[in-house]
């Protein structure tokens, strides 16, 4: 449905790169989602009524509570597709992370609600009603939240929404806890057990899980996650495609929300170069980062001073004996500035977030090597945790 639907209404679909076309498939999803959630809110809730099962009625209102978060979805999309603004000079792209966030706010309430509701049927069981009609129900509702799971994580993946991924484990969820719904009817039907208020126990359990990972999920990108290390690469291998660089550094990833990125990186050039040459040449680079990953790039020019014997030498072994520490240490900006009574050797240590060694420990480390190689060396450096 949801395929045949994006021929219809959205142009140029496979261009999911395009904010327009991300917006389109939100909306889509959330009409939809509304659409069928309501649809499962009135079969279901009918069912429990006729079955008096508060595991049942529990489920229905779960469905209503999901047909209100693809509300929120929806407007989220919508809020999100803004154009930028005085105010908001890089877009309105994270409303997209706040709706999910309030999607599993909302969902956990609904799950502690559902706990409540259904505690109170285990200290008070009732006979329940069975029939066909109700066990009907409840398997096409299983399989309409199998489809909901599947076409969520389908779009979700397709156009990197973390609030839609967020969706399909809450429809994933959802199917699982209509199935124990069905078997805590089938037992209770069969034996006379009263397993209906633990039967709603679960469903609760369920729901409230489903709003903790979407709640994890949203929460991430909205305090400042790190990158897809794939897109790290992707950059890394554009910038280095051209001749005039050496190395790159310091690379750092903003976040405004789905398809508005800013990078801001150092790439390492001679410092004999052409300065106007490197200049369009970096100029070019931050356009192909533009046209291939649909990002804003700001390149900081960073000269390195190449065939000066010692400081190649040099930085040779400072960067040896980093590899002894830890084979992800390496140096950049590396450079000698001879005084009359000592020389001052500058440079950065790119470290990964994870090294155990404290950013002063591994300076003074290395300053202290620096003296035994030369007494007239004073190191000047910076700890740069890197993202790869």
């Known amino acids: ?14 261009n999911t790169s395009d904010p327009q076309v991300r917006q389109s498939y939100g909306v889509l999803c959330g009409f939809l989602g509304i659409f069928l959630n309501l649809l499962l809110f009135v079969g279901k809730f009918a069912a429990g009524s006729i079955s008096h099962s508060i595991a049942i009625t529990a489920d229905a209102f779960n469905n209503l509570s999901d047909a209100g ?3 929120i979805t929806l407007i989220g999309f919508r809020m999100a597709g803004q154009r930028a603004d005085p105010d908001h000079p890089f877009g309105h792209g994270r409303i997209e992370y706040i709706s999910g966030l309030l999607v599993s706010i909302a969902i956990l309430i609904m799950g502690f609600e559902l706990l409540k509701s259904s505690l109170s049927k285990i200290i008070h069981p009732e006979e329940l009603s069975y029939s066909p009609l109700i066990l009907g129900i409840l398997i096409a509702s299983i399989l309409v939240k199998c489809y909901m799971a599947f076409y969520h994580h389908s779009v979700g993946k397709k156009i990197n929404s973390s609030s839609l991924k967020a969706t399909a484990t809450d429809s994933l969820s959802d199917s699982v806890a209509t199935t124990v719904v069905l078997a805590a009817t089938l037992i209770s039907h069969h034996t006379g057990l009263h397993l209906d208020g633990w039967g709603g126990v679960l469903v609760g359990l369920f729901v409230c899980y489903a709003g903790y990972s979407a709640a994890r999920d949203t929460i991430s990108p909205l305090l400042g996650q790190a990158p897809d290390p794939e897109f790290v690469e992707q950059i890394h291998r ?15 990833v903003h976040n405004y929300g789905p398809g508005r990125v800013l990078i801001s990186l150092h790439a390492e050039v001679p410092a004999d170069g052409d300065l106007m040459t490197l ?3 970096i100029d070019e680079i931050e356009h192909k980062l533009h046209d291939t990953l649909h990002c804003s790039a700001v390149i900081h020019m960073d000269p390195v001073l190449l065939g000066d014997e010692e400081t190649e030498r040099l930085r040779d072994q400072v960067n040896a004996y980093l590899r002894q520490l830890d084979p992800r240490l390496s140096t950049h900006d590396f450079r000698l500035v001879k005084c009359s009574s000592h020389t001052n050797v500058f440079f950065d240590i790119s470290a990964p977030f994870d090294l155990t060694m404290s950013d002063e420990a591994l300076a003074e480390d290395v300053k202290r090597r620096l003296q035994e190689e030369n007494s007239m060396y004073l190191g000047v450096i910076d700890i740069d945790r890197e993202l790869a």
């Open 279 to 281: 200049h369009e040449t």
């Open 1 to 14: 449905m949801i395929t045949l639907l994006s021929h219809i209404f959205i142009k140029d679909k496979d």
């Open 69 to 71: 978060s693809s509300v």
């Open 238 to 252: 554009i910038v280095l495609t051209y001749e005039e660089v050496i190395g790159v550094h310091d690379l750092i």
